[in-house]
């Protein structure tokens, strides 16, 4: 078993900053992907960036790329999602993931909710105009 928590959610202003933390803990060393996705009420939950621990690609949607960046703290066993330049359309409620399977996952993989077996409780990022 793993478990995830997130935080570091809030209001920001359009072309502010925030900082995401996921601090796993648990069968940690199972870890093999972790990711970040998004999900707006009445929408599905939307891929954004993915980093796989145990063989290094790291993976960004088209819509965050150059803007967010998915780092972790092998120390804290955290991940991090550093979101730049934020835009009112990023306003969701984000949510970590985490595989364990072990499988190298290609970018259509990796954007896939399915493919992660735990999942944190999500925080509320909102973006102002």
């Given amino acids: ?3 995830l928590v997130e935080s570091g959610g809030g209001l920001v202003q359009a072309g502010g900053s925030l900082r995401l933390s996921c601090a796993a803990s648990g069968r ?17 939950r939307e891929f954004v960036a993915a980093s796989s621990w145990r063989y ?29 330049s934020l835009k009112p359309e ?3 409620v984000y949510y970590c993931a985490a595989d364990t399977k072990g499988k190298y ?5 990796a954007a896939v909710p399915r493919n ?3 999942w944190g ?9």
Avoid: H
């Fill in 1 to 3: 078993q793993v478990q």
């Fill in 28 to 44: 940690t060393f199972s870890i093999a992907t972790m990711a970040w996705f998004r999900q707006v009420p009445g929408q599905e």
């Fill in 56 to 84: 290094g690609p790291t993976y960004y949607a088209d819509s965050v790329k150059g803007r967010f960046t998915i780092s972790r703290d092998n120390a804290r066993i955290t991940a991090y999602l550093q979101m730049n």
């Fill in 90 to 92: 990023d306003t969701a």
């Fill in 105 to 109: 996952l290609s970018d259509y993989e």
């Fill in 116 to 118: 992660y077996e735990y």
């Fill in 121 to 129: 409780q999500g925080t509320q990022v909102t973006v102002s105009s």
